[in-house]
């Protein structure tokens, strides 16, 4: 079965666009070290002062990713009228588009990391700046869950595709939940990391959409 909705094509390389460039920037960043733990602020500044290239390669990635998902949940809700409950794909596109704007706003954050770099004192400032960044993808990666559960319900797919999309939910909300389990510590390193692979199947899944909706199917 085929599709040749222009709104569909369009969706499906923006959710693949949205994938390739945050792996890209995960790609930048976790080797960097530029994962930028809050529980050491003075350590994340010296990381990005020390490789601000890299710090804004990967953030530009980011930001492409977060802006192409952003897109691809306005392109879905735009497109919600021949679907069979429309409102649950507004909903799902709602969600989606919400998850990319609070991902930026979480770079816009990490941005800022890069001036701070060169102020003394601002040991405080940058505990606040990074705090807020990583609460604020934390926020993104809640979202993002939602829309996946939103969407696998309300977006027409093969059964093994819905099912999968229910399945993907779980690991993600680990992620999500990850952060809280830490108390006024912050997550380490190694629990960031395990963050990222936990939110992993959400965006394989969003990716295997977009290439569905890319072939028309």
Known sequence: MTDSNPGNRLTGVLLLGSLIAMVAGAAVAVPSGLTLNPSDPAA??????????????????????WLALTAAGLVTAAGSAGAPRPYLVVLAGGLLAAAGLAGMLHDAGNLALTRLTAVPEVAAAATATILTAKWTVNLAGLLWVAATAATAAAVPMPTALRRAGAIVVLPGLAAVALPWTTGVRGPSVEMEQLGYALHLPVMLWFGVLGWRYLRGR
């Open 44 to 65: 994340a500044l010296a990381a990005v002062g020390e490789r601000v290239g890299p710090h804004l390669i990967e953030l530009a990635l980011d930001v492409l990713g």
